[in-house]
């Protein structure tokens, strides 16, 4: 069945590879920006309605690269403070359990897990790497990752820590995960979610 039968009735949300696409640049493209409306509402949105805006070449592109799921019924976007929400998705997104949301300026804005000092420590550390390849990038290193993972064995099976980085309307933000990085779930794409519909306002 085609994603295009029943627009008026069937929901379209991104997929983790549709998040990590949709928010991997400072600088998004038009279809960057188009998948980016899917997590820009309180709700999810209609086929039909991203269509009014979109082209349908897009969301059949978009639809064959994995980029975005079809959903029977809507979705409302998460609506508690990150901080509080975070304890809710942690368990699905870090192999320890541990997290945290950090800018790119380097400063914590939620954790769980982590002491605050980890945190902190961990928030100036993403920052500095996410400077580094922001440099190199303009320097005409053409940086594919938007992560970066530390190992402690040898053997590089399961990351000690990853940082994973992601703009959102401008501001840059450091996923810190402790432990295997658990993000191809639909808990990944929630927490975007609810940081791209709060722009973290409600944060002290």
């Not at 627009?7 to 400072?26: C, H, M, R």
């Not at 086929?47 to 079809?70: M, S």
């Not at 961990?122 to 920052?127: D, E, I, K, N």
């Not at 440099?135 to 530390?150: D, E, N, Y």
Request: negative net charge; contains cysteine.
């Amino acid at each position: 069945m085609s994603i295009l039968d029943n627009a008026d009735k069937t929901y379209i949300t991104l997929t983790p590879a549709g998040v990590f696409e949709a928010f991997s640049q400072q600088a998004p493209t038009a279809m960057q920006l188009a998948l980016q409306a899917l997590l820009s509402h309180r709700e999810t949105m209609l086929v039909a309605t991203w269509l009014e805006e979109y082209p349908e070449l897009w969301l059949d592109g978009f639809v064959e690269q994995g980029f975005i799921e079809r959903l029977s019924t809507f979705l409302p976007a998460p609506n508690l403070p990150l901080d509080q929400f975070l304890p809710y998705v942690v368990a699905s997104l870090s192999g320890k359990r541990r997290a945290a949301i950090a800018s790119d300026d380097g400063f914590c804005l939620a954790r769980i897990g982590y002491s605050q000092e980890e945190a902190d420590m961990l928030s100036v550390a993403a920052a500095d790497f996410s400077g580094f390849m922001l440099r190199q990038k303009q320097r005409g290193w053409s940086v594919g990752s938007r992560a970066i993972s530390f190992f402690q064995q040898v053997d590089l099976l399961i990351p000690e820590t990853s940082f994973v980085f992601l703009w959102i309307d401008n501001d840059g933000y450091a996923l810190i995960i402790d432990g295997e990085p658990l993000t191809n779930n639909r808990a990944f794409v929630e927490l975007i979610w609810g940081i791209k519909t709060s722009g973290l306002k409600f944060l002290d």
